[in-house]
């Protein structure tokens, strides 16, 4: 049963299922927020706290002002431009998480932003599904020789299995989410299934959900189908703005995840068979009937 460890935290078949709380660019490129942000995550019982590391000029082309996404009304480019943090901040709310117990870990969406993470020595590296078939980012990413985590959102399993074959060679540890870039996401779009058969086709791989519905069912429903690892975006309170917001958990959705989470899968497995709490309940059941 494949598992690895991210920081303290020990993720895979026969764990308890990780949660992870993105931030990622929830809060608007304002160190303060950011920070309070990990501190309710932190709070409500959250581990790991993931960001989104963005060096715009690196990132982006021209082309990306003319990109408006279906969650705004504003380009990409502004979007990203007004919600990234720069080095010294980033740092700052790494080193805050990590002195309250947490383990960060971030998306870098360039070379500049995976250089940054390096230096910051980070616990794991996340690639997003835009990223996933990036074979020379890929390459880079697992070069660091940390776990990877990697979204697999507009991809079938035979699109992704260059990149696998890629970390794979590199031989870190690695987990695969099943995940659709769609802002919010339907249920019927969220497509369990995929899960499943990501496990079935990858058995070396830790395997999980990266959701974007607006509730906490679709991933509970993962870890029933046996999911290790669950992401949602996070913020502190869902009066804020930002075109993630609508599909964040806030501290009571985490809580509620986390606690949720665990019972299922406390839940799962054992066999159609009486159980030795049941012997005494057996036991008068068969008297009764003599």
Known sequence: MPSFKIGSEQIGDGCPPAVVAEIGINHGGEIDVAIAMADAALS???????????????????????????????????????????????????????????TFLSAPFSILALDRLKRF???????????????????????????????????????IRPSVEIIRKANVPFCLLHCTNVYPTPPELVRLNGMTILKSEYPDAVVGLSDHTVNNYACLGAVALGAALLERHFTDSKERLGPDIICSMDPLDLKNLIDGSRTIAKAMGGEKIPVTEEKSTIAFAFASVV
């Open 44 to 102: 409500a019982g959250a581990r790991l706290i993931k960001h989104q590391t963005h060096v715009i000029d690196d990132e982006m082309s021209v082309e990306a002002k003319r990109v408006i996404p279906g969650n705004a009304n504003v380009s990409i480019f502004e979007i990203m431009r007004d919600c990234s943090l720069n080095e010294k901040n980033e740092l700052l709310l790494m080193q805050h998480i990590q002195s309250r117990g947490g």
């Open 121 to 159: 020595d980070v616990a794991a590296i996340k690639i997003g599904s835009g990223e996933c078939n990036n074979y020379p980012f890929v390459k880079r990413v697992v070069d660091l020789k940390k776990p990877v985590i990697m979204s697999t959102g507009m991809n079938s399993v035979e699109s």
